[in-house]
């Protein structure tokens, strides 16, 4: 049997192979919401402009709801033969209300459809992702509060640095996450556009409006040209790139975490609730969440790109490739989701240990550029020079094996004569730390400051979303 709702001129159905390559109810029956939204929307306001009967319209209303509610309680059976969500819901409304749900579909094609459905979807995932982005920042900030001024090693080649502040880290991560959310602002500002009406690529020569459903749907305005609106895919490429960035910033925090988990650096601890045992190694507590978090960041990029390729061929306007924008968008932003709760979860749990961080902090000679930066201060040396004089100091405690604060005055004095015992005080790492008042700095005072505007904001945030 060929095809109700598109097999008019189709003598005999589709092969057995082309159904299966053809469909994707398999996945696109994630945007039945979106589908039956948009159709009430667009049933709504064919209803106004007086293009079908109120009774019609009322038909059309009561099916969705009804076909609505069996999708919630799970009697709704999805059906292979009739390919994608749109069809299923459209030919299950003809069960339930006859040829009027024949009516739904004037002026509208699924090209627009389907455009309309994703934009939706992408848009409420990219909100509920930004709350848990929030979520991740508040946690992340009331640890950092508490651990402001909590001293341990900062690495560039993942080699000793200069002490910073256990909170310090933490905000930076804050900072990325805040670009990440405005990254999804600003794609989301961008999406919010309705393509339905765009019908098939061309527009419609019926009197729709437009405007009553961009704005029934809680878009900004109708997309401007119709053939853009059933072709492009930008939206979904803007969410799962700012997507991909995000998976990478945290990416990059569960690698900390699988580092600072392991007894060699034994910087935090993760409770029972976020670590597994090995069956075979009695004393393993392995940081599995973390590291499927990192290992999740290739799937978001792998979707990116796989978006980017699927599109990057296609004439205007819609090709059925294009049906393939799908699985990866879910997946990327699912999975994004995902790492983020599961951040949130670690974040909370992690325990630092602070006497190891503390006891890192002062090793590999971390407080070399305090004793430079005293050269300079003090004896008004260049800055180089300065640079020179802590490098043969600290060749010569590495000789011996010991901390530069372990080097005798004379022994300092012999490199540089006028070097005084006041010299001693920079040399810890409290003191190092306490120096960098700098904005942005990693003085507790300033990690503080920082802390406080965080929690100020991220509070005006929460205010906002429980009053809206
Ligand atoms: N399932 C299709 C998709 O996701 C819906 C649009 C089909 N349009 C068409 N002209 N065949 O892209």
Not at 256 to 285: A, C, N, Y
């Amino acid at each position: 049997m060929s095809n109700r709702m598109w097999g008019g001129r189709f003598a005999t159905g589709p092969d057995a192979i082309m159904e299966e390559i053809n469909a994707s109810i398999g996945f696109d029956q994630k945007l039945w919401r979106q589908d039956i939204q948009g159709s009430l929307a667009h049933a709504a306001m064919l209803g106004k402009t007086g293009i079908l009967t109120a009774d019609d319209v009322a038909a059309i209303t009561g099916g969705l709801k009804a076909i609505e509610a069996e999708i919630e309680s799970g009697s709704f059976t999805f059906s292979r033969a009739l390919e994608d969500i749109h069809m299923n819901i459209e030919s299950r409304l003809r069960e339930l209300i006859g040829p009027a749900a024949g009516r739904l579909h004037t002026a509208r094609s699924r090209n627009d459809q389907v455009a309309t459905d994703m934009r939706l979807w992408v848009r409420d995932t990219v909100d509920q992702i930004d709350q848990q982005i929030a979520d991740v920042q508040l946690a992340l900030t009331e640890k950092a509060a508490i651990f402001a001024g909590a001293v341990m090693p900062g690495f560039t080649h993942l080699q000793s640095a200069q002490p910073v502040t256990f909170g310090h880290h933490l905000l930076a991560y804050v900072e990325m996450l805040a670009r990440d959310r405005s990254r999804l602002a600003d794609a989301r500002r961008r999406m919010n556009e309705c393509p339905l009406g765009a019908a098939a690529l061309a527009g419609t020569s019926f009197p729709i409006d437009r405007h009553a459903t961009a704005k029934a749907l809680g878009f900004d305005r109708p997309t401007a040209n119709s053939l853009d609106s059933v072709s492009d895919r930008d939206f979904a490429l803007e969410a799962v790139a700012a997507a991909s960035i995000c998976a990478m910033h945290l990416s990059r925090f569960a690698e900390e975490i699988v580092l600072w988990t392991t007894p060699q650096f034994g910087f935090i601890r993760l409770s029972d609730s976020f670590t597994t045992g090995s069956s075979i190694m009695p004393q393993k507590r392995n940081p599995d969440a973390a590291e499927l978090v990192r290992g999740k960041a290739g799937r978001v990029f792998g979707a990116l790109q796989a978006l980017l390729t699927m599109m990057k061929g296609l004439p205007l306007t819609y090709s059925k490739d294009m049906q393939e924008d799908k699985e990866g968008v879910f997946d990327a932003l699912q999975t994004l989701s995902l790492c983020l709760a599961a951040i949130a979860g670690m974040v909370r749990d992690m325990q630092p240990d602070l006497k190891t961080m503390k006891k890192a902090a002062g090793l590999g000679y971390a407080t070399a550029t305090d004793l430079a930066d005293w050269l300079v201060r003090v004896l008004k040396m260049p800055f180089r020079d300065a640079h020179h004089v802590t490098g043969r100091l600290v060749g010569m405690a590495s000789e011996r094996g010991i901390g530069l604060e372990k080097l005798g005055l004379a022994e300092m004095q012999a490199v540089e004569p006028r070097i005084t015992a006041e010299v001693l005080e920079v040399l810890g790492v409290e003191r190092s730390v306490r120096s960098r008042v700098s904005h942005g700095g990693t003085a507790p005072r300033q990690v503080r400051a920082q802390a406080s505007r965080w929690l100020r904001q991220l509070g005006r945030e929460a205010r906002k979303q429980v009053s809206a």
